[in-house]
């Protein structure tokens, strides 16, 4: 005889809208997550399956609702999110005893591969942070040789950085809401808290941006407005020209700001980063995935930066160049600052 679990009929009646925003916000995530599961729920997953009670959710009936999406013109990408939380939520409805089984079911639903993005060569970092207004030429390229997230680079203090150690401390990011609202918190992930070592061109760089362009010891921004305010990505973009600026240092166009990450992952990897070590630099992984990861050894992190180094020098003196100096005189600049808060 086959053993069932008894539910409480009472429990499944609860409309999937009501149990899912509760689900939503009660859930511990980030606000700029919680608000972007809000606008997928929003617009993707309520009207369609709001109206139904929990127990009456099927994988037939989940099937529909994914048909219905994709026939309807949802990208594949935002389709998967979707489903994704929507497994999410089911999952929680299993725990909680509402449902027997998770009624989400389609092998790869969740999964989406998105292309692969473009990554800069060594020179091309250089050009692009030599084309940029004096104030952020120091964050191009602490975004490619450190591979820092725009919002942890947005978040640093002077407190996070290091000078004599070479070293930078992630302990923070600044996310921005989609209604234009700026919120201090902590990374991503545990993955995300991490120190890393910086190659050594690149200390120098930061102690001359730093003397020039940050705010006040401690806790003032790196990397800020004229007057100490915080960086946004819309501003940043209209300050610096970014569409007409990476087509004019020989870049792609639709190259984005993350790409510079994804160009210091492939820097890292090919100056002999296991993927243990690449993780750590990167900060990379969910909870479980950070234990495995945020052990890389300071000294092979240090190693890692000399390569680095090493990689660039050799490019930049093939080139005929030098290396990075943070020399102009931003007051004969003439750039107007947009990026004050």
Same mark, same amino acid.
């Given at each position: 005889?086959?053993?069932r679990?008894?539910?409480?009929?009472?429990?499944?009646? &609860?409309?999937?809208?009501?149990?899912?925003?509760?689900?939503?916000?009660?859930?511990?995530?980030? &606000?700029?997550t919680?608000?972007?599961?809000?606008?997928?729920?929003?617009?993707?997953?309520?009207?369609?399956?709001g109206?139904?009670n929990?127990?009456?959710?099927s994988?037939?009936?989940? =099937?529909?609702?994914?048909?219905?999406?994709?026939?309807?013109?949802?990208?594949?990408?935002?389709?998967?999110?979707?489903?994704?939380?929507?497994?999410?939520?089911?999952?929680?409805?299993?725990?909680?005893?509402?449902?027997?089984?998770?009624?989400?079911?389609?092998k790869?639903?969740?999964e989406?591969?998105t292309?692969?993005?473009?990554?800069?060569?060594i020179?091309?970092?250089?050009?692009? &942070?030599?084309?940029?207004?004096?104030?952020?030429?120091?964050?191009i390229?602490?975004?490619?040789?450190?591979?820092?997230?725009?919002?942890?680079?947005?978040?640093? =203090?002077?407190?996070?950085?290091?000078?004599d150690?070479a070293?930078?401390?992630?302990?923070?990011?600044?996310?921005?809401?989609?209604?234009?609202?700026?919120?201090?918190g902590?990374?991503?992930?545990?993955?995300?808290?991490?120190?890393?070592?910086l190659?050594?061109?690149?200390?120098?760089?930061?102690?001359?941006?730093?003397?020039?362009y940050?705010?006040?010891?401690?806790?003032?921004?790196?990397?800020?407005?004229?007057?100490?305010?915080?960086?946004?990505?819309?501003?940043?973009?209209?300050?610096?020209?970014?569409?007409?600026?990476?087509?004019?240092?020989?870049?792609? &166009?639709?190259?984005?700001?993350?790409?510079?990450?994804?160009?210091?992952?492939?820097?890292?990897a090919?100056?002999g980063?296991?993927? =243990?070590?690449?993780?750590?630099?990167?900060g990379?992984g969910?909870?479980?995935a950070?234990?495995?990861?945020?052990?890389?050894?300071t000294?092979?992190? =240090?190693?890692?930066?000399?390569?680095?180094?090493?990689?660039?020098?050799?490019?930049?003196?093939?080139?005929g160049?030098?290396?990075?100096?943070?020399?102009?005189?931003?007051?004969n600049?003439?750039?107007?600052?947009?990026?004050?808060?």
């Open positions: 005889m086959l053993r679990e008894w539910l409480d009929p009472a429990l499944g009646k &609860a409309l999937f809208s009501d149990y899912g925003d509760q689900w939503i916000t009660e859930h511990k995530i980030s &606000a700029r919680r608000e972007e599961y809000r606008s997928i729920w929003r617009h993707h997953i309520d009207p369609f399956l109206p139904i929990l127990a009456e959710l994988p037939a009936v989940i =099937r529909t609702w994914r048909t219905t999406l994709l026939s309807a013109g949802r990208s594949e990408d935002r389709t998967a999110k979707a489903y994704r939380l929507v497994r999410a939520i089911c999952t929680t409805a299993v725990d909680d005893g509402r449902i027997t089984r998770n009624p989400c079911r389609i790869g639903a969740g989406h591969r292309p692969e993005r473009p990554t800069a060569t020179t091309q970092v250089f050009d692009l &942070a030599d084309a940029m207004p004096p104030r952020f030429h120091a964050l390229l602490s975004a490619a040789f450190t591979g820092l997230r725009w919002g942890e680079l947005a978040g640093l =203090r002077r407190c996070d950085l290091d000078l150690t070293t930078l401390h992630v302990r923070r990011r600044l996310a921005q809401l989609s209604r234009g609202g700026l919120r201090p902590p990374p991503k992930s545990t993955a995300g808290i991490r120190t890393i070592a190659p050594s061109f690149l200390v120098a760089t930061l102690d001359n941006h730093i003397a020039a940050s705010g006040p010891p401690p806790d003032g921004l790196i990397f800020c407005g004229q007057r100490g305010g915080m960086l946004r990505r819309g501003n940043f973009g209209r300050a610096t020209n970014w569409p007409t600026t990476i087509i004019k240092t020989g870049l792609p &166009a639709g190259f984005h700001f993350h790409d510079l990450r994804h160009t210091g992952n492939h820097l890292a090919t100056a980063a296991s993927t =243990r070590e690449l993780m750590h630099r990167m990379h969910t909870m479980r950070a234990l495995i990861y945020q052990h890389a050894t000294e092979r992190d =240090r190693r890692i930066a000399t390569q680095i180094a090493t990689l660039v020098d050799r490019e930049r003196h093939h080139h160049r030098q290396g990075p100096i943070i020399g102009r005189d931003e007051q600049a003439g750039v107007h600052d947009a990026l004050d808060t």
